[in-house]
Structures are given as structure tokens and as C-alpha cells.
């Protein structure tokens, strides 16, 4: 072995991982410890997310954020997201140009949405191991997706041949899951949860009041205060009237 070999074998990051994962695994570890999440095991254990309990620390989220946009497209798992884009895409040109554009978008930031809405999950397709897990999601598990909109802002901003240097598309991909002052963010922000839990058991009549009742319960009860609350509404009432097609998509993490 070579000299390069070893310095590479022990170095800070790879030893910080070793000794993570020998702490995880010794059972005799107290049960009220927290497991540290660095950027040098973090796809460890979003890989093994069995061996993250309630009780963890996510530390450098920047640097894991640059981490994820530095990896390669998983085109398999691009491929999920293509019917809910479909359905997002479809709603927002509803909206915009048979019905008066009622979101009240200015014309610049409909294009922008337009270019946005293909790409805003595209930090999905940088992380697998998590979005191909078909149990419940764990607390780690959620925190760990939430880094999906910056990490997929970043690999676009890394590969401007996709998007080019539109900063309006790229702001509401970073932002379409937080809780944003600006309006396109709100729209794109309200068009991915809509379709999100309306599409799931959509069917062509697009009027299905149970439905209907559950998605409000989340949106405006459990989730109270996270959406623009007169977008939302101009989305459930199309809905109901039969005005709003959804698209029906796959069963994934939304």
C-alpha cells in the first residue's frame, strides 16, 4: 500500500466516522445520548437511519448540504417526480391562463414557476437512500429531507446549463418548502403540498369531498400558519367546483 493510501485511511473525517459508528453500535451506550450527525457520516446513517434515535444532533448543515449537491443525479429517482411536477404544472397554467390567473402573478414570475416547477425536487434524485425508504419516515428522516430544496438550489447553481442563471427559479426551489415572504415561493409552495395530498387517490372526476375534507384538516389545522392561506383557498374551491384537474401520481415521499 502506498504512503497516499494511509494518510487518506486516517484521516480526521474518516477517523470522526469510525469512531461514530462504533459508539452507535456498542449497546451499552446510554439510551438518552445523542447521536451526532457530521458530515462525515451522514450518509451512513441515511443509509441505516435504524441506528438514529429521537435523541440526535445534525451538526454542519452547510457542509452536508454541499456535500449532497455535489453527488450525481439518481435518474431513477428523478424519473418518481415527473407525474407530480406534471400535476403541479398543469394546476399552476389552470390557474394562469383559464382562470383569470387568480394567484395574481405578475408574468415574469409565472415564467419563473414555470421554469422551477420540473427541477424544484431535484434534491431528491441527489439522495436515494432516503426517498426510495418505503417505511415511515423517523425524526432523522425528516430532518434529513428538509435539506433537499437547499442542496437541489445548489447542484442547479453548479449546473447552470440546466436552468441557466435564472434567480427567480432558483430562489423558489430553495424556498418552496420554507415559510417565505415571497409570493412565488408561497405558489409553488401551495401547488407541491396540493398535489401532494390531493393527487394520491385522485380520480378523473377531481371532486372527491373526503378527500377534499382531510387535505384542509392538515393544511389549516395541523400545518396552520406554514401556507399562504388564500392560495390554499383558491385551490380547494377549484377544486370542489370541478375546475382543477390532479394529475395522479406515483405513491412517494412527498
Not at 445520548?33 to 451538526?59: K, S
Not at 442547479?156 to 427567480?168: A, D, F, R, S
Not at 378523473?204 to 384538516?217: F, L
Request: hydrophobic share 40%; proline share 3%; glycine share 4%.
Amino acid at each position: 500500500f502506498t504512503l497516499k493510501f494511509y494518510k487518506n485511511l486516517f484521516t480526521k473525517e474518516r477517523l470522526d466516522f469510525r469512531l461514530q459508528r462504533r459508539l452507535t453500535m456498542n449497546s451499552t451506550t446510554a439510551k438518552n445520548e445523542a447521536t451526532i450527525i457530521t458530515p462525515a457520516n451522514f450518509f451512513y446513517y441515511l443509509e441505516n437511519p435504524e441506528l438514529v434515535g429521537d435523541n440526535f444532533e445534525i451538526q454542519n448543515e452547510t457542509a452536508i448540504i454541499e456535500m449532497i449537491a455535489n453527488r450525481e443525479i439518481n435518474e431513477e429517482e428523478f424519473a418518481k417526480w415527473i407525474s407530480h411536477c406534471d400535476g403541479m404544472f398543469v394546476m399552476l397554467e389552470t390557474v394562469y391562463n383559464k382562470l383569470d390567473n387568480l394567484f395574481g402573478l405578475k408574468e415574469k414570475e409565472y415564467e419563473g414557476l414555470k421554469s422551477a416547477i420540473p427541477y424544484h425536487d431535484i434534491g431528491k434524485a441527489l439522495m436515494p437512500e432516503l426517498f426510495s425508504y418505503t417505511g415511515r419516515f423517523s425524526k432523522f428522516q425528516h430532518a434529513a429531507k428538509n435539506f433537499h430544496a437547499a442542496a437541489g438550489e445548489l447542484y442547479l447553481q453548479k449546473h447552470p446549463e440546466v436552468l441557466g442563471k435564472n434567480k427567480m427559479a432558483l430562489r423558489v426551489i430553495k424556498e418552496h418548502h420554507s415559510v417565505s415572504k415571497y409570493y412565488p415561493s408561497q405558489v409553488i409552495k401551495a401547488l407541491d403540498v396540493f398535489q401532494s395530498l390531493m393527487a394520491k387517490d385522485a380520480t378523473r372526476s377531481y371532486q372527491d369531498p373526503e378527500i377534499a375534507k382531510k387535505a384542509k384538516k392538515i393544511v389549516f389545522e395541523f400545518e396552520k400558519g406554514l401556507h399562504n392561506k388564500k392560495i390554499m383557498n383558491i385551490l380547494f374551491n377549484l377544486y370542489e367546483k370541478g375546475a382543477l384537474p390532479v394529475v395522479k401520481q406515483n405513491e412517494v415521499h412527498a
